[in-house]
């Protein structure tokens, strides 16, 4: 049975597992819910080191309910790998510091049917690390549950083709047993990153910067998958899930059941505020996706 191996414990987070969930634990344990979110059935999360990203991705993880989930869905971005489709697993299982998550085969096997996705190989699964980076929360989560795992890993998609893998995954989301996870940081500013732009009417660059991510989170905010996407032209803003938030937001828009979605950040942040042009940052940010249950 072939597993994929947690790469990247004991570099970007701990690799003991009674340490992770203490870690974990230590910041859910930080974060006042709304009520008004009960109703989670999606999530956007940050995917960086847990240094980093840790704190920022339990203000969305705090609002993942076990007790409604038999599937969790994890759309990540692909770093390393250049693909213009979508790829699935090929593995039975992932490998986590706090336990095993079982692949749920059938449904990896109904995606490869479509003839829109492929297998991605072992070594592209293990070298990439915006799914693996939200296996332990997932884990920690959904401990003592019985639930399977469908890791999707999004490539460079046209806005024609983010529209057609949404519609292709929006049977899931109708489904209220399934939960989806977007892995996405925001802004990746500096020279580093090849991406420097400033709004000095904004005040420092790090408050540049948090304009910026906010003009997109509010077109995520609002499901708006066409004013995203035609954001992105116009800011070119550094987002590294913007095809797995484009693919989403697609699929909301094909929700065929009653009530009006709604998606509400909780949380957003950088990893350091830039005030000089030789600094660099990351943003990240949570949201929160509740959906009335279809009728």
Known sequence: ?????????????????????????????????????????????????????????????????????????????????????????GCKKYETPVGDLDIDTEVVDELLATGRFQKMSKRVDEDEHSIEMHLPY?????????????????????????????????KYLD??????????????????????????????????????????MDHISKLDAAGFTSYLKKYKNTICGRHPIGVFLNAVRAYKGKGEPSLEFTHYAQSSKCRQQRDSSVSYASAVYCQPCRQ
């Open 1 to 89: 049975m072939s597993k994929r191996r947690a790469t990247h414990a004991g570099s970007w987070y701990t690799d003991n597992g009674r340490k992770l969930r203490v870690q974990m634990e230590g910041w859910l344990s930080e974060v006042k819910t709304d009520s008004k979110l009960s109703a989670c059935r999606a999530i956007i999360g940050p995917h960086a080191g847990f240094s980093y990203s840790g704190p920022t991705a339990a203000y969305a993880y705090k609002y993942m309910d076990s007790k409604t989930i038999k599937r969790v869905f994890v759309l990540g971005p692909s770093h390393h790998y250049y693909t213009d489709g979508c790829e699935v697993t």
């Open 138 to 170: 997932i884990a920690h989560q959904m401990q003592g549950t019985d639930f399977k795992l469908v890791p999707i890993l999004i490539g460079n998609l046209s806005p024609k083709a983010e529209q057609k893998y949404g519609e292709l995954l929006s």
């Open 175 to 216: 489904d209220p047993s399934n939960f989806f996870v977007v892995s996405s940081d925001f802004c990746h500013w500096g020279s580093r990153f090849r991406y420097v732009w400033y709004d000095k009417s904004a005040g420092d660059i790090w408050q540049s910067i948090e304009k910026l991510d906010r003009m997109g």
